[in-house]
């Protein structure tokens, strides 16, 4: 299975809906000066959710030694408009996560 046609298997098992590749976008996401994420996101267009029509999605090296891979998807829902927004509410997500696996 190639690259896209997994992002579309995880964006119809995480949100049961099919999708059809757009773009692909660039992006580099930064805070005071240091890279955080860089990488491509692939939009889609997405049918069957009662409210999205895109999702924006991208994979990554996971796990112990990385031996794992984890795809991430995030629905075009507001706040998130774009692959940039994506990428910052996954971000915002995993360090929500971080901290209440902490506690």
Not at 14 to 29: A, F, I, M
Not at 41 to 70: C, M, T
Request: aromatic share 6%.
């Amino acid at each position: 299975m190639d690259y896209i046609a997994e992002l579309q298997s995880a964006i119809r098992r995480l949100h049961g809906c099919d999708s059809e590749h757009v773009e692909t976008v660039p992006v580099v996401e930064a805070f005071l000066g240091k890279t955080l994420w860089q990488g491509d996101v692939e939009v889609f267009a997405i049918r069957g959710h009662p409210q999205a029509q895109r999702a924006y999605a991208w994979s990554h090296l996971d796990g112990e030694n990385d031996k794992d891979r984890r795809f991430v998807t995030v629905l075009g829902l507001p706040p998130v408009e774009s692959a940039e927004t994506a990428v910052r509410a996954a971000i915002i997500a995993e360090i929500k996560n971080a901290r209440e696996k902490q506690t």
